[in-house]
């Protein structure tokens, strides 16, 4: 019979690098998703979001739902690559989850809560994908 372990075990490090690249997917997707989402509503101009005068990065609502529509799209991209351990797929998903907060920093007053919540989860995916380092560098340190 063959050996179903692994040649070389994981140390703890390895482990811990490759949970939070996962959870970073996850994440990245779950919010990707929900932009997409937001992204319709907004296209619909759905009345789930405030209108608010004099704001000074007024836009449109359908422009919000659309820039949301595309950050989603992207983010549901970029997810499938981090479930890969992608190299590409981390840098992409730091400017990605960088444009989803400022994004949702911009369009603050048409859905705070939301746009708040947003900002938390996009904050720990750029956490997340900049703690980890990759598993042959962290094999030789």
Known sequence: MTATHPAQPRTAGQAWASGLTLFAAVMLMIGGALDI???????????VFVTTQNYVFEFDLTSW??????????????????????????????????????????????????????????GFIIWALCVTRDTESAASA
């Open 37 to 47: 989402l937001r992204g319709i509503a907004a296209i619909a101009e759905d009345d």
């Open 65 to 122: 739902g659309w820039i949301h529509l595309a950050l989603g799209v992207v983010a549901v991209l970029v997810s499938f690559g981090l479930f890969q351990a992608a190299m590409w797929a981390r840098v992409v998903g730091v400017a990605i989850a960088g444009l989803i907060i400022i994004a949702n920093f911009l369009s603050l007053p048409y859905y705070p809560v939301w746009s708040v919540v947003m900002i938390a989860i996009s």
